[in-house]
């Protein structure tokens, strides 16, 4: 494992072979994606901390989607050198499935675990209010909802570390990083689905109350030949709640293209 950087946004590269970008969600880092990795073997394995999140400082101008996937974009270009296989979780399938559409040359396939298309407008309404409580109190309080409203009971009950890691997570963000990364995905448009060119997989849990299964069987019924798997007693925290499942399900998907 190498530590990088494309200009200011800090990523961390493993392994050998065609390449994979992973894009975490709001209030994730390239930690997010660890468990994973041991299922990749072949690929070179390339997860980035959004501007304003985890290791990377916040830019100069303020964030927004089309920011992050900007972002994203330079780090296949750059460090992918061609297209590459993207992942995304929450936040971060957003930003996946904008690039795919927008930039369909540099995307090989998506993987998306507990995918946003766009917020709704109850949605946008918290997130401004979440940006508001992280700057006015901290990351504190929005680590605690996080683990109360994003984990299912089931995933919390059999793995003791689960509910701590979700919270450092949180513990870690900038205050101001994370308050205008929701600001950004309360304001984001979603990607239009007609333009996506490549094979999809959708991942979502089956107590997810933020990407509940309707929406995302919503996206996969937009998009001719995605995939779609619903991971029971398995809340938002998909990669998080069930490791060994979503990597089983990334591995198999990327392995069946890059061998077709």
Do not use: Y
């Not at 298309?117 to 901290?138: F, K, T, V």
């Amino acid at each position: 494992m190498t530590g990088a950087a494309v200009g200011r946004t800090r990523i961390e590269i493993d392994g050998e072979g065609p390449a994979i970008v992973f894009v975490h969600g709001l209030a994730g880092t390239s930690n997010s994606f660890q468990m994973l990795l041991g299922a990749l073997g072949g690929f070179r394995c390339i997860r980035a901390d959004l501007p304003g999140s985890g290791r990377s400082p916040r830019s100069f101008e303020a964030l927004t989607v089309e920011l992050f996937v900007e972002t994203v974009a330079e780090v296949v270009q750059k460090v992918g050198g061609g297209p590459a296989h993207l992942v995304g979780h929450s936040l971060g399938s957003l930003v996946c499935l904008r690039l795919a559409a927008e930039r369909p040359e540099w995307v090989r396939s998506l993987t998306l675990f507990g995918p946003i298309l766009e917020p709704s407008d109850a949605a946008r309404q918290r997130l401004g209010d979440r940006a508001r409580d992280a700057r006015e109190h901290g990351m504190i309080a929005i680590a605690d909802a996080a683990v109360a409203g994003g984990l299912s009971s089931s995933s919390i009950g059999a793995n003791a570390l689960l509910a701590p890691f979700v919270r450092e997570s949180h513990m870690r963000q900038d205050a101001e990083g994370f308050a205008q990364s929701c600001e950004a995905l309360a304001a984001a448009r979603g990607a239009d689905l007609r333009f996506l060119r490549c094979p999809i997989l959708i991942v979502t849990g089956e107590e997810d109350a933020i990407a509940p299964p309707s929406a995302a069987r919503a996206i996969a019924d937009k998009v001719k030949g995605s995939k779609i798997k619903v991971l029971e007693r398995c809340g938002h925290w998909t990669p998080f709640e069930r490791p060994r499942d979503c990597a089983k399900l990334l591995s198999e998907h990327v392995r069946a293209i890059e061998t077709a």
